[in-house]
């Protein structure tokens, strides 16, 4: 018997002529090989793959085991990474450029301004309201202990009010709120500002484009924008639910709604506000159709915005009103509804604790709002000083 001990491989032995194997006898230790196993064993010996003829021919089994447990884990790791590659590959990704150009001239912004007091006293009296408005200052903060049921208990409901009507017709007059106006050095003509109903009531809108042209600015700095000189007219401020006194101003793109409530800047009577912006223009060229920029499902803002985030989203709680309330509320435009609820009024007393209700339910529009494919944003800086000097 052979005692204990590593084998001689001999690949380089070969069958006698006429077929008859080589009548040597083998040493303790030693192999003969098949032609097939000889070309595998001179592989091993030969082939640049680190590791390989450690594995097959290496002197130690504990050695080959441990070369074949590193082999193992180098091509495991390979096969992962060439995996995750393709993954990655798989999922087109995208990169983001940013680039820096200076422009002669830029598309100045729409300008959105809106009174705090969204309707006068001396129209409210004039129709004995008072009582309404009362009550609606009592219940109409926005808080999360606001109910329905008690809100119906306290406001008047035998009293025919059009809200729609009340804001147009009761709004702050603009030649009584817009004291003077001017853009680049330039009095303002009456066709670049215009009144838009929004949730802050009868706003007006500066640079909007709908007399067919949107204005631009080659310069920087106060004599190359708008200035505004505004008269709040605080004398006919009602109980008003945030006690608040002042104007709003939203700066955002043409074709997007300004959403002085939500974005827009607030000053305080006696002050001076300078408010300088910083445009950024986003394009999407990606082609996994992740972007947006059709209006074909909005129920209300279809033909009104072009698309937004903002637009999309408020046109989703436009649409939570309608089909709880029942109503449209009143800062759609009515042109924009879609027959789906052309058939509804706007909201009236009646509806009106319904409305407020949506404003505090959370989470109440859970649609996708994907981003535009090319839209425009205005980062806003402010800074304020006494007015007027004297």
């Not at 491989?9 to 040597?24: D, T, V």
């Not at 006898?25 to 010996?45: A, H, Q």
């Not at 608040?244 to 409530?261: F, N, W, Y």
């Not at 209700?357 to 402010?382: H, K, L, Q």
Request: net charge neutral; glycine share 8%; hydrophobic share 35%.
């Amino acid at each position: 018997m052979c005692g204990r001990g590593s084998l001689n491989y001999k690949i380089g032995g070969s069958p006698m002529e006429g077929g008859s194997s080589s009548g040597r006898e083998l040493s303790c230790g030693e192999r003969v090989f098949s032609k097939d196993d000889r070309k595998f064993l001179k592989y091993v010996e030969s082939t640049t793959t680190h590791g390989v003829s450690h594995v097959f021919i290496g002197k130690s089994k504990i050695r080959r085991v441990f070369w074949l447990i590193i082999l193992l884990g180098a091509a495991g790791g390979c096969l992962y990474n060439i995996v995750n590659r393709i993954m990655y590959l798989a999922s087109s990704p995208t990169s983001t450029t940013i680039s820096m150009t200076r422009e002669k001239t830029l598309p100045f912004p729409e300008v959105t301004f809106c009174n705090l007091n969204f309707v006068r006293r001396s129209y409210v009296e004039e129709r004995n309201l008072t009582n309404v408005f009362r009550s609606l200052a009592i219940i109409a903060p926005l808080n999360p202990s606001f109910n329905q049921t008690s809100c119906n208990q306290n406001v008047p409901m035998d009293v025919p009010v059009d809200f729609r009507t009340l804001m147009v017709d009761g709004r702050h007059l603009a030649e009584d709120f817009i004291v003077s106006c001017q853009y680049a050095g330039r009095q303002c003509t009456d066709d670049q500002i215009h009144p838009e109903i929004t949730e802050l009531g009868v706003c007006y809108t500066f640079n909007s484009g709908q007399n067919g042209q949107i204005l631009e600015t080659n310069g920087t700095g106060v004599r190359h924008g708008l200035q505004l000189l505004l008269n709040i007219q605080q004398d006919e401020y009602i109980s008003s639910p945030g006690l608040d006194a002042g104007v709003k101003i939203a700066v955002h793109s043409q074709g997007e709604p300004g959403q002085p409530d939500e974005n827009g800047i607030a000053v305080p009577p006696g002050r001076n506000a300078f408010i300088s912006l910083r445009q950024r223009v986003t394009t999407d060229k990606s082609s996994r159709g992740m972007c947006k920029d059709t209006t074909d499902d909005f129920n209300f803002l279809r033909s009104f915005y072009n698309y937004s985030v903002s637009a999309c989203l408020a046109d989703c709680f436009l649409t939570s009103i309608a089909e709880r309330c029942r109503c449209i509320e009143t800062s759609v435009p009515r042109e924009t509804v879609t027959s789906r609820f052309a058939g509804l009024n706007d909201c009236g007393i009646s509806e009106i604790c319904c409305v407020i209700e949506e404003f505090v339910i959370p989470g109440v529009c859970t649609v996708d709002c994907p981003p535009a494919c090319n839209y425009t944003t205005y980062t806003t800086s402010v800074s304020y000083s006494a007015f007027p000097a004297r």
